[in-house]
């Protein structure tokens, strides 16, 4: 049983070992790697762009002082 169960293993580890040899990275694969990173660049650097235009409008909104609004209240309507 153990000289079966120890075939079995080595012929499995042959049969991986082969397979993961003969597999060459496909161009294909580098390209789509290469285009992945390149929208990722993109991506980051208009998340940065569009964070720092929010930033810079709050800033500007918390430096624009807003009139105080006076609602009238009801004493002052009945006078």
Same mark, same amino acid.
């Given at each position: 049983?153990?000289?079966?169960?120890?075939?079995?293993?080595?012929?499995?580890?042959?049969?991986?070992?082969?397979?993961?040899?003969?597999? =060459?990275?496909?161009? #294909? &694969?580098?390209?789509?790697?290469?285009?992945?990173? +390149?929208?990722?660049?993109?991506?980051?650097?208009? !998340? =940065?762009?569009?964070? #720092? &235009?929010?930033?810079?409008?709050?800033?500007?909104? +918390?430096?624009?002082?807003?009139?105080?609004?006076? !609602?009238?209240?009801?004493? #002052?309507?009945?006078?």
């Amino acid at each position: 049983m153990a000289l079966l169960l120890a075939g079995a293993l080595a012929l499995s580890l042959g049969l991986n070992g082969f397979l993961l040899h003969n597999r =060459a990275p496909a161009a #294909a &694969d580098y390209e789509d790697v290469q285009e992945t990173e +390149a929208d990722l660049r993109l991506t980051q650097r208009l !998340l =940065a762009r569009c964070q #720092a &235009d929010h930033h810079q409008q709050d800033s500007l909104l +918390a430096l624009r002082s807003a009139p105080p609004v006076i !609602l009238p209240t009801a004493t #002052a309507a009945a006078q």
